[in-house]
């Protein structure tokens, strides 16, 4: 069964820094794109950033350009977001999730394929608050 779980999400103060983790399980993190996403109360579900199966590829929101950063541990089998000089606007659930590509400017938007839904798979999400 293919799984992710996200964990690291915390209470900090504003320009502090935090890490995410996307542990997966069923499945190799270096077969397939993963994305991150947050949604905050209010707002719709926003892609944040994403790595292609190969690690060649990342993307990341405008928002968070510059201060987050995407990685992966293949031998932990884990992707990583390193959120840094974080703003109370950060704030959100942040989800990580098998998406069908990073190398598409709207892979944010991408959509499985009527073959591929079992690849549909999100974490429960980790709940991320900026605040001072």
């Not at 579900?45 to 987050?68: H, N």
């Not at 942040?94 to 598409?104: G, K, M, T, V």
Request: charged fraction near 15%; proline fraction near 5%; aromatic fraction near 10%.
């Amino acid at each position: 069964q293919l799984q992710v779980v996200e964990s690291g999400g915390n209470l900090v103060q504003p320009g502090e820094s935090l890490r995410l983790h996307c542990s997966a399980s069923g499945f190799s993190v270096d077969s397939y794109t993963i994305g991150w996403f947050r949604q905050a109360p209010g707002k719709e579900r926003e892609g944040v950033s994403c790595i292609s199966g190969s690690g060649r590829s990342t993307g990341y929101a405008d928002s968070v350009k510059g201060r987050f950063t995407i990685s992966r541990d293949s031998a932990k089998n884990t992707v990583y977001l390193q959120m840094s000089t974080l703003k109370p606007e950060d704030t959100a659930v942040y989800y990580c999730a098998i998406r069908p590509s990073c190398d598409i400017p709207n892979w944010a938007n991408a959509v499985w394929g009527p073959k591929y839904t079992f690849l549909d798979v999100w974490g429960p999400g980790t709940q991320v608050t900026v605040s001072s």
